[in-house]
């Protein structure tokens, strides 16, 4: 790789062309004593993990939706004394000390 060969790709062209997020995969899935080769195949494969990633996020934030939108009383019960957490578990931990 050289500038004079044109064959050098500067972090703001990487970021025009593909996701900042996935970049950031790609320095976190490698060694910090390896050097990191960014091609468009380890580019590819970063993108890829990250709409994974961001799948299981948006499933993960709809089952917590869902969980409190439940009309389960001890859920209106628990919100009803100010705790707001996604986990009925959690929100018994942390009320319990408020009761």
Do not use: W
Not at 25 to 44: D, G, K, M, N
Not at 71 to 77: I, N, R, Y
Request: net charge positive; glycine share 6%; aromatic share 4%.
């Amino acid at each position: 790789m050289s500038k004079s060969l044109g064959n050098v790709l500067t972090l703001s062209d990487l970021f025009e062309q593909s996701d900042p997020r996935a970049y950031r995969l790609l320095v976190l899935q490698s060694h910090y004593r390896a050097p990191i080769e960014v091609t468009a195949t380890t580019l590819s494969d970063a993108v890829s993990a990250l709409g994974r990633l961001d799948a299981l996020s948006g499933r993960v934030a709809e089952l917590g939706r869902l969980d409190i939108q439940r009309s389960d009383p001890e859920v209106k019960a628990l919100s009803s004394r100010g705790c707001r957490t996604t986990s009925i578990r959690r929100a018994r931990l942390l009320c319990s000390s408020t009761r």
